[in-house]
């Protein structure tokens, strides 16, 4: 048997990950989504923890952009990219299915954390949301701490967005590509408009994308996925 097969088969890594996406059905999804959103809160909490410990922030935003006005309509919009998040693992039929696109997102949180911690921006926005809408509507409502308000570049939401829309639109394509694409840039900019990002954050979060997203496609093809992130079989006729 060739070395690097030796290698694949004793790599506990890709072992655990072909353990998970050979879970069949409904339960494989949840299960691949659960890993998902456990792990990303692990992430996020603890880079915000880190990044709150600065005592000085940088000031890597424009002049400008304390002057644009708080757009309190653009809110629920901005809202949206969390509530797809939570409902993607729907689309799916299988762990098989799930494991790519969640694992994606997954990783983009993790490439992220460094700079959240790293970069810690000074909030250049005036308003009367000090901290910020998951502040206002989120956590202080329910008496928690906000754990969302350091966590600015790369923006997850522009990455998240992105990121979203291209796994719908492949899935499904043809008019989904307008539909992903016409729901994701408005989201993306609705960042700056309800002050919980700034310029650099949207770029950097555009570059996050770009760079993780051919993983994608290379990720389902490991998986034995088609061009569309589906499993074939699930396709053929019975008998």
């Known amino acids: 048997m060739p070395a690097s097969t030796d290698r694949?088969?004793?790599?506990?890594?890709?072992?655990?990950?072909?353990?998970?996406?050979?879970?069949p059905g409904r339960p494989g999804v949840w299960l691949v989504a659960g890993i998902y959103f456990v792990g990303f809160s692990i992430v996020w909490t603890l880079a915000h923890e880190l990044s709150d410990l600065h005592g000085t922030r940088l000031p890597l935003?424009?002049?400008w952009e304390s002057r644009l006005p708080l757009q309190r309509w653009a809110i629920p919009l901005y809202?949206?990219?969390?509530?797809s998040v939570?409902?993607?693992?729907?689309?799916?039929?299988?762990?098989?299915?799930?494991?790519?696109?969640m694992g994606l997102l997954l990783l983009q949180v993790v490439i992220a954390a460094p700079f959240f911690v790293l970069l810690p921006i000074e909030n250049a926005y005036v308003d009367d949301m000090p901290t910020g809408v998951w502040g206002a509507y989120l956590f202080e409502p329910l008496g928690m701490k906000n754990v969302s308000q350091w966590n600015?570049?790369?923006?997850?939401?522009?990455?998240?967005?992105l990121t979203v829309a291209t796994v719908v639109a492949r899935r499904w394509g043809g008019i989904w590509w307008c539909i992903g694409l016409a729901w994701a840039?408005?989201?993306?900019i609705t960042t700056m408009l309800v002050h919980e990002h700034h310029l650099v954050c949207v770029a950097g979060?555009?570059?996050l994308y770009v760079g993780t997203i051919p993983l994608l496609g290379a990720w389902n093809a490991r998986s034995g996925l088609d061009g569309s992130g589906r499993e074939t079989r699930f396709d053929r006729p019975a008998g």
């Open 86 to 101: 939570i409902l993607l693992p729907l689309a799916f039929r299988s762990a098989r299915e799930a494991s790519p696109p």
């Open 185 to 188: 840039i408005p989201v993306s």
């Open 8 to 23: 694949q088969e004793d790599d506990p890594t890709r072992s655990l990950v072909d353990r998970i996406s050979s879970v």
């Open 79 to 83: 809202f949206t990219l969390d509530l």
């Open 152 to 161: 600015q570049t790369p923006s997850l939401h522009v990455t998240y967005s």
């Open 61 to 63: 935003t424009f002049e």
């Open 205 to 207: 979060g555009l570059l």
